[in-house]
């Protein structure tokens, strides 16, 4: 009896021994947050540079360019109305008017923006993305300028009563085609022909 008593308490000094390492074992494996690792944890955060910051404005205009498809106010027409009637011709010179309006103070807009909010950088980089994102925004409004030229030739189609008619075959170009193009000066038809052989001339 006196010989197991003595085996077990070997056993159990033996077992508090391992313990006893195993947990200083696991003490010593505990990261120190130390002055130097905070340091380190904001050294990694990203740096806001003008690099950054032009990168950033460049993606919005892109984002700007792309969602410029405009949506006009659908044209709901009345049981056995005339084709081109006033009410359709009035329609479609508000949606004309307000078309313009808006794009000329978009111009208006980047040309006072232009003239402020240019900044030289020292970073060659920097000067480089800027030069780029304002090469895109010139190449938008040039697009708009362009536009807003049809906007006034189609304006003077209407006082000319030549408003919505084909000037291809003489047809009528229809109300889907023009609420959703109102510049539109060909019907479905003849622009399609005029795109084929854009392509064969292109060729």
């Not at 990261?31 to 540079?49: F, G, L, M, R, S």
Request: hydrophobic residues 30%.
């Amino acid at each position: 009896m006196a010989e197991k008593k003595s085996l077990l308490s070997k056993v159990r000094a033996a077992v508090k021994k391992v313990t006893a390492k195993t947990q200083v074992k696991k003490t010593a494996t505990k990261p120190k947050v130390t002055a130097k690792t905070q340091v380190k944890k904001t050294a990694t955060k990203p740096k806001v540079t003008a690099k950054t910051q032009v990168k950033k404005t460049a993606t919005k205009s892109k984002s700007k360019s792309k969602s410029s498809l405009k949506q006009f106010k659908t044209y709901t027409s009345k049981a056995n109305e005339k084709y081109m009637s006033k009410s359709q011709i009035s329609h479609f010179k508000k949606i004309l008017n307000d078309w313009k309006v808006e794009l000329s103070s978009e111009l208006s807009r980047t040309v006072s923006h232009m003239q402020t909010d240019v900044t030289t950088y020292a970073d060659p980089n920097d000067r480089a993305s800027q030069e780029s994102e304002m090469a895109l925004e010139l190449r938008n409004r040039d697009r708009e300028r362009k536009l807003i030229k049809k906007i006034n030739e189609t304006l003077k189609n209407i006082d000319e009563d030549e408003y919505g008619y084909c000037m291809g075959c003489g047809e009528e170009i229809g109300l889907n085609r023009l609420q959703a193009r109102p510049t539109a000066t060909l019907c479905i038809d003849c622009k399609t022909l005029q795109e084929i052989k854009e392509k064969q001339m292109a060729k």
